[in-house]
């Protein structure tokens, strides 16, 4: 084991002056990733600022008619709450398919959103990798890639974002809500992560001297109509292949609102307004879903392995789409699909 | 043969599994019929047992290797090799040896003496052919991972820090890891298996012609317990040795040969193990690092290996088998091909049977069978569970579903057709081959009779159904072993041998067998094993230590019983003054008449008489002359699966597998062996697959997050038959081993079922949805 300081931050400020004095450190909330990844060595920080002690915990309803989730909630009880079962039953069903029970227990909203890659070469340190060594090169390209990206993707890196609770955010066009130094922003869900581009070892906008404290999501939960579907090797306790959440506010059989998120196929929840504006106003049927799909994955791109996982993500989001337009949402206890 | 052997039980013993639907939910064992009644009328054997060891290992008492708290115990961290092959150039270990509370660091070049020939290193489970490999002896890199140093430090976290300290240079050199690159550089082994007529001209001019290739990846065992040795030094430099393996004495000999040792000097006990499937039968390098640990700082050393370096020891070679069947219209085989290429390492040649198994199961007149093996630059691969059979059979039976297609014939009625009542390899008869009424139970439980034949014809809503099945085929051995029983005045009985218990049961049934035949209750029984200082016994694999351990304890116990009537025949009014030995038995704690238990002396009568206070007898096993029969144990497999094929998920909905392995003598465990055997056929057709980034030579998903096994959301209800099979040739219990046969054949019941569900056919192993899209 690396030592490593441990402190505590008394409060939201403690917690920012403290990050922000120390570029080495990381906040350790659950933990469930950041221990993994200290045992493994690809992160080495000399300094942990406990931040699980923080008051952001609570779940509270907004003016708006939203809900504004504390960073600290963690994912069982998030995935639970009445108040997310009612109104936003995706982003329920997404945290149910990830992980398993224990590691619900401890993960935390915030630390959620801030996970890392799966890739096989970021974990293992004697690989090259651009996104835990800037400029070493990509072994994944050319490698063991089947759980890779296929979707803005770049000759430095093709990792993709595990997290599933992201993509319902996404759909859910949730808003982060941050605190540093020089005061509280919020950051669409969906700018949050970023594409890989040439600095892959940056995964999101989050400045260095901040820090989540909540989660709010908009009033509209398209509870009616909503589907998480995650394909993946096994039927629990894998990281997703491909995900869909797919989000339909329906008149009448047209579309009046859709949503459209990936997970599994990009370096961040891959979200398509375009497929989304090809959605509104059709009938949901299987030649909107289609055509949704296709603009989804014009410009995907497999690197051997994961080649499969294109065509794959067409027929999800079609399921997906078609799920959530029946009404009948994918079950994450009953693993037979939909 | 009497009428005993000729009857047939129509109750089976069966063991019952409800669905297995959450993390949480328990499967739950019943017993729902008896084993067949046996002559000598005994209360344990036969009987659904719970283990005994089981208070113990669910409340922490049970100390594995790993746990074992020794005052001043130094903890040790292996560095691996990052390179698949070449020479340590040089190690720079002084950053590590900085670290406050480091204590040494072990390398090739400091390490205390090793033997320096290969004999030495030669264990029970080695090949006979190759040169073991030698842990941190010199600077040759022979696989990726391979331990260079070891890191001693007075607390883990210390040892685990320092090891990354130590930087190593090496040079590297050419590897190759991939088995399609090193197809064409396969050499022939020579397997007992002989052909028969002429396979090549029976093919070509058979009526109807089957030929394919089939794939299984290296998969490795992943065992719940971590590879763990704690060794404890004395002052007079004997070495007590705590280890994770599946055989004490064998690790026992090997240390002595390693290190020059004299048998007195080193003790090697594993009263636990969480687990092996073949893994611990080798001695492993963690056991040899610790050791080299305690001689260099004389003070207790445990090294415990994380589970990334659980994938630098023996793995399930990955193999290419090709099939080539030729039959009759009628379904009767003309010519079997068979041939196999598999992996091994370069430095020692590894192969197990996997090209003879048609030979048990089907009649063909004309049989040709051909092992190969590929060097790659990877630690020498080894036995996993059934070695040979899980990957070979797999193979064939798969090959016989497509042979049946193209017969338009129902895969059971195509083997019944086939069906051999010799082995034809030995031209031998069985002990006993109940294969029959596997197919005939098997069917009936899971319904086989309102099975559509045709692909693509069975529909759950959006799902396609398929139903498969195959045959399952290993072998019944027994070794030579050894028991002790000590009976003490009170009843008390110890039965003691030198195996281990992996898990399987192995404590339960000697307590089973040894309270059935000194007439004493379980509870009265101890067991011990997992000590080399105890009688002999062979590593704990084949699925030969039931058969083997039980009937050295049978003979024990006689021994213990003729001194017992030995001196009962001293004894005033004795009613055994003309008794033989077999004319008395156990029972209820007295010595008594066999045909009038009336007629008895209580044990502890018998012993104040005697003036003893125990009588202590060891006893190895012996067995009647029967090499001119073939002993094998034997399964039918069905499977349901249920598949949305736009999506690629297949689920296995159900499973039946009826087995037929001679008496069983504890239907619970038994059945739990059964049903986690067909756990890893489920993972073996549908997961497991060891990912090799071959430009690295270096295996990429050595973990159990990235390695996949099937999870309760993948298993659903598995239902175990065990078919009546008396036996009276093979052993006077009539028994089998079961913890190898039902693994046998579960991945061709799997996809079998999968092909019939959709009408496409994955011949290589896992079958993920990507390969089944492929083919949509």
Not at chain 1, 161 to 184: F, I
Not at chain 1, 186 to 215: C, K, M, W, Y
Not at chain 2, 16 to 35: K, L, P, W, Y
Not at chain 2, 568 to 585: E, H, N, Q, S, Y
Request: with cysteine.
């Amino acid at each position: 084991m690396i030592k490593f300081q441990y402190d505590r931050a008394a409060d939201v400020t403690d917690a920012v002056r403290q990050i922000a004095a120390d570029p080495e450190a990381r906040f350790i909330a659950g933990g469930t990733n950041l221990i993994d990844l200290m045992k493994y060595q690809v992160e080495r920080p000399p300094r942990l600022i406990d931040i699980s002690r923080l008051p952001l915990t609570s779940v509270e309803e907004t003016p708006g008619g939203g809900l504004r989730i504390g960073a600290l909630v963690p994912n069982t009880d998030l995935a639970y709450h009445p108040l997310v079962e009612q109104r936003y039953p995706i982003l329920s069903s997404a945290i149910m398919s990830g992980a398993s029970q224990q590691l619900r227990n401890m993960a935390s909203t915030g630390g959620n959103l801030v996970q890392r890659t799966r890739c096989f070469y970021f974990y293992d340190v004697t690989m090259a990798c651009n996104k835990r060594q800037p400029g070493s090169g990509c072994a994944a390209i050319k490698g063991i890639n089947r759980i890779n990206a296929i979707l803005g993707t770049s000759e430095s890196c093709i990792a993709t974002h595990p997290s599933d609770m992201c993509v319902a955010l996404a759909v859910l066009d949730a808003k982060v809500h941050v605190t540093g130094l020089s005061g509280s922003r919020e950051i669409a869900v969906v700018d949050f992560h970023r594409l890989p581009g040439d600095t892959p070892q940056i995964d999101n906008n989050l400045r260095r001297d901040e820090i989540i404290t909540a989660i709010e999501l908009p009033a509209q939960g398209f509870a009616a109509n909503h589907s998480y579907l995650k394909i993946r090797d096994r039927l629990s306790y894998a990281f997703a292949l491909v995900s869909v959440a797919a989000a339909l506010e329906l008149e009448s059989g047209r579309i009046k609102t859709g949503r459209l998120a990936l997970g599994g196929v990009a370096h961040k929840p891959w979200r398509s307004v375009e497929a989304e504006a090809a959605l509104r106003g059709q009938a949901a049927g299987p030649e909107t879903f289609a055509r949704a799909a296709e603009i989804v994955l014009r410009d995907a791109k497999g690197f051997g392995h994961n080649d499969f996982k294109i065509d794959l993500a067409r027929r999800a989001i079609v399921r997906t789409l078609t799920q959530a337009a029946n009404a009948t949402p994918q079950s994450q206890a009953d693993k037979r699909i939909r | 043969m009497s009428t005993d052997v000729n009857r047939r039980d129509p109750l089976a013993t069966t063991v019952a599994f409800g669905s297995i639907e959450t993390a949480n939910a328990q499967a739950a064992v019943q017993a729902t019929a008896q084993q067949q009644a046996s002559k000598s009328m005994s209360s344990y054997i036969g009987t659904p047992t719970s283990r005994v060891d089981g208070r113990a290992k669910v409340t922490g008492q049970a100390k594995y290797a790993g746990e074992l708290n020794v005052a001043g115990l130094v903890y040790g961290s292996a560095v691996g090799a990052t390179v698949a092959k070449g020479r340590i150039v040089r190690i720079n270990a002084d950053d590590a040896l900085k670290v406050p509370g480091v204590l040494d660091v072990l390398t090739h070049q400091n390490r205390p003496r090793m033997a320096d020939n290969d004999q030495a290193y030669r264990d029970d489970a080695a090949p006979e052919s190759g040169a073991p490999y030698r842990p941190l002896y010199d600077d040759r890199i022979l696989f990726n991972g391979q331990p260079v140093a070891l890191v001693l430090a007075e607390d883990w976290e210390t040892a685990r820090y320092a090891a990354m300290l130590v930087r190593v240079e090496y040079k590297a050199e050419d590897h190759v890891t991939d088995l399609h690159a090193a197809r064409g550089s396969a050499f022939v082994v020579e397997k007992p298996e002989k052909p028969r007529g002429d396979a090549a001209k029976a093919f070509a001019a058979a009526a109807v012609r089957h030929e394919a290739e089939y794939f299984i990846p290296i998969e490795h065992h992943n065992p719940m317990e971590l590879f763990a040795s704690t060794v404890v030094w004395s002052d007079d430099g004997k070495l007590t040795v705590y280890d994770k393996t599946q055989g004490v004495q064998n690790v026992q000999r090997y240390l002595c040969g390693v290190f020059g040792l004299k048998s007195d000097d080193v003790t090697v006990m594993s009263p636990f193990m969480g687990g092996g499937f073949g893994s611990g039968l080798r001695p492993q390098y963690q056991v040899v690092l610790a050791v080299l640990g305690a001689m260099s700082l004389k003070r207790p050393v445990r090294l415990v290996l994380n589970r990334a370096q659980m994938y630098g020891v023996g793995y399930r070679p990955a193999t290419i088998e090709r099939l080539a069947l030729g039959a009759r219209a009628n379904g009767e085989l003309e010519a079997i091909t068979h041939e196999a290429i598999a992996v091994t390492s370069q430095y020692e040649d590894f192969s197990r049977n996997d090209t003879g198994w048609s030979g048990i199961l089907y009649k063909s007149p004309n049989a040709r069978y051909t092992h190969k093996l590929a060097r790659l630059d990877l630690p020498t691969s080894g036995d996993m569970r059934a070695p040979g059979a899980a990957t070979g059979v797999y193979a064939l039976e798969a090959a016989m579903d497509e042979l049946a297609v193209a017969l338009k014939l129902d895969p059971v009625e195509l083997r019944l057709r086939c069906y051999s009542d010799r082995d034809q390899n030995e031209d031998l008869p069985f002990t006993s081959k109940s294969l029959r009424e596997c197919y005939r139970q098997g069917a009936e439980a899971f319904g086989w009779s309102k099975r559509n034949p045709e692909p693509r014809s069975m529909r759950d809503g959006k799902e396609l159904v398929g139903w498969g099945m195959a045959t399952g085929v290993w072998e019944a051995l027994q070794m030579p072993a050894s028991a002790r029983i000590v009976l003490t005045a009170n009843g008390h009985t110890e039965v003691a041998t030198a195996a281990s218990d992996i898990g399987t049961g192995t404590y339960t049934i000697m307590a089973q067998v040894a309270a059935d035949r000194m007439g004493v209750p379980i509870d009265n029984v101890t067991v011990r094993l997992g000590d080399s200082t105890l009688p002999a016994c062979p590593i704990e694999g084949g699925s030969w230590i039931a058969a083997s351990v039980s009937h050295a304890i049978i003979g024990a116990a006689d021994e213990v019983r003729g001194e017992l009537l030995r001196i009962a025949k001293t004894m005033p009014d004795t009613p055994f003054a003309d008794a033989l030995a077999g004319d008395v038995v156990l029972t209820n704690g007295k010595l008594a008449r066999a045909g009038d238990v009336a007629r008895s002396v209580p044990i502890a009568d018998v012993m104040r008489h005697g003036k003893v206070e125990h009588i202590e007898r060891i006893k190895d096993n012996t067995f009647a002359d029967i090499s001119k029969y073939a002993r094998n144990t034997h399964s039918a497999v069905f499977v349901e699966v249920k598949i949305d094929e736009e999506i690629g998920i297949i689920r296995v909905t159900r499973a039946v597998s009826a087995v037929a392995a001679g008496r069983i003598l504890n239907p619970k465990t038994a059945g739990n062996q059964v049903v986690g055997s067909v756990v890893g056929g489920i993972g073996m057709a549908l997961h497991e697959e060891t990912l090799i980034d071959h430009a690295f030579g270096r295996i990429m998903n050595a973990n159990i997050a990235e390695y996949h096994v099937p999870v309760h959301a993948d298993i659903h209800d598995i239902k175990v038959i065990f078919v009546d099979e008396p036996d009276s040739i093979i052993n006077p219990l009539g028994m089998k081993g079961v913890g190898e046969i039902g693994i046998v054949g579960v991945a061709a019941a799997v996809a079998n079922a999968i092909y019939h569900a959709t009408g496409k056919r994955v011949r290589d192993l896992p079958i993920t949805l990507d390969k089944l899209q492929r083919q949509l």
